[in-house]
Nanobody, 114 residues
Framework: QVQLVESGGGLVQAGGSLRLSCAAS????????MGWYRQTPGKQRELVARILSSGSTNYADSVKGRFTISRDNAKNTVYLQMNSLKPEDTAVYYC????????WGQGTQVTVSS
């Protein structure tokens, strides 16, 4: 079993920055891909960014050049640095560990005001 706890969401003006954190309850990065997803009411949850166990990363086209996913193996924590935020980035952001099993965090709200 793995627990994921997100933090760092909040309210920010357009053009601002936030950094989300996702702390895992144990060391899993060697066997799990870690991803950040987001969801708005009435829409499906969508992938924002992912980092594989190899360290390779990929991003949704809508966030390329603005968001950066990274991880700290010593802290069992994955980060999502979000810059140049736009109102359309407003959503609940979820952390996911994908491997033999999938685990989700509880989500953190990000609101970008225009």
């Amino acid at each position: 079993q793995v627990q994921l706890v997100e933090s760092g969401g909040g309210l920010v003006q357009a053009g601002g920055s936030l950094r989300l954190s996702c702390a895992a309850s144990r060391s899993i990065f060697t066997n799990y891909a870690m991803g950040w997803y987001r969801q708005t009411p009435g829409k499906q949850r969508e992938l924002v960014a992912r980092i594989l166990s190899s360290g390779s990363t990929n991003y949704a086209d809508s966030v390329k050049g603005r968001f950066t996913i990274s991880r700290d193996n010593a802290k069992n924590t994955v980060y999502l640095q979000m810059n140049s935020l736009k109102p359309e980035d407003t959503a609940v952001y979820y952390c996911k560990a994908q491997g033999a099993y999938d685990y989700w965090g509880q989500g953190t709200q990000v609101t970008v005001s225009s």
